[in-house]
């Protein structure tokens, strides 16, 4: 018994005195004792209240990653306008691909160079996963209209769901960057692949000179 009882005193807590139910003494201390059952840190849950709100906008990032690769498969030849939109379910998901491929610029990288080698000169090769068409936008367009016309008509990026909406913004940034950093690939492709013609037609004009000059001479 504890010595305040030996010694007449009526002992009470209340609250959370101790930090854990391990180092209460309950009877042992206390006549009464009455304590919280606030878990013992609360901090841990707050931290995993932040992890539930920033996942979210994980998965918003992920499922913008999600649209860009279909697309690009699908500029490239590597899946159908049909199966493209068939990989995709929820009526929200197919909201935010049907404006997605509405905000997407059309043929963005303009051929500049042949593709296929001539005499000794390589090709340069056109970027495909970016070759977006108006005819197959039109085709993506026509094909989720026929499937299910109630979600796309008078449709607005405000009917988006705040998900959704973050995941737009994100893929059409992506995706213009994306662009971007691919047009200069090419566009330096080119320019090295001109140089390469300039010398050697520089250096097959000066042999023919040679030629002739020598010829002359004889």
Same mark, same amino acid.
């Given at each position: 018994?504890?010595?305040?009882?030996?010694?007449?005193?009526?002992?009470?807590?209340?609250?959370?005195?101790?930090?854990?139910?391990? *180092?209460?003494?309950? %009877?042992?201390?206390?006549?009464? *004792?009455? =304590?919280?059952?606030?878990?013992? !840190?609360?901090?841990? %849950?707050?931290?995993?209240?932040?992890?539930?709100?920033?996942?979210?906008? #994980?998965?918003?990032?992920?499922? +913008?990653?999600?649209?860009?690769?279909?697309?690009?498969?699908?500029?490239? $030849? #590597?899946?159908?306008?049909?199966?493209?939109?068939?990989?995709?379910?929820?009526?929200?998901?197919?909201?935010? !691909?049907?404006?997605?491929? #509405? +905000?997407?610029?059309?043929?963005?990288?303009?051929?500049?160079?042949?593709?296929?080698?001539? /005499?000794?000169?390589? $090709?340069?090769? /056109?970027? =495909?996963?970016?070759? !977006?068409?108006?005819?197959?936008?039109?085709?993506?367009?026509?094909?989720?209209? $026929?499937?299910?016309?109630?979600?796309?008509?008078?449709?607005?990026?405000? %009917? /988006?769901?705040?998900?959704? !909406?973050?995941?737009?913004?994100?893929? &059409?940034?992506?995706?213009? %960057?994306? &662009?971007?950093?691919?047009?200069?690939?090419?566009?330096?492709?080119?320019?090295?692949?001109?140089? #390469?013609?300039?010398?050697?037609?520089?250096?097959?004009?000066? $042999?023919?000179?040679?030629?002739?000059?020598?010829?002359? /001479?004889?």
């Amino acid at each position: 018994m504890c010595i305040r009882d030996r010694h007449g005193y009526w002992t009470a807590s209340t609250g959370k005195v101790f930090h854990s139910t391990r *180092h209460e003494l309950g %009877d042992v201390a206390w006549n009464e *004792h009455v =304590r919280f059952d606030n878990d013992e !840190l609360p901090v841990d %849950d707050l931290d995993e209240l932040g992890k539930d709100e920033k996942k979210p906008l #994980q998965e918003s990032s992920e499922f +913008a990653l999600k649209m860009i690769n279909s697309v690009k498969e699908m500029n490239s $030849g #590597q899946l159908s306008h049909y199966e493209m939109v068939n990989s995709f379910s929820l009526a929200d998901e197919l909201k935010c !691909l049907f404006m997605f491929i #509405q +905000a997407l610029p059309h043929r963005p990288i303009v051929p500049m160079y042949p593709e296929a080698p001539f /005499l000794f000169f390589k $090709g340069v090769l /056109l970027p =495909r996963s970016f070759d !977006l068409t108006e005819e197959m936008a039109n085709d993506v367009e026509t094909f989720m209209k $026929g499937k299910n016309s109630e979600y796309f008509n008078e449709l607005h990026l405000h %009917d /988006l769901e705040p998900y959704y !909406l973050d995941a737009y913004e994100s893929a &059409v940034r992506i995706y213009n %960057d994306m &662009v971007e950093k691919t047009r200069s690939t090419y566009i330096a492709n080119v320019k090295q692949a001109k140089s #390469q013609v300039m010398e050697i037609s520089a250096a097959l004009i000066c $042999g023919l000179v040679v030629i002739l000059a020598l010829f002359g /001479l004889s």
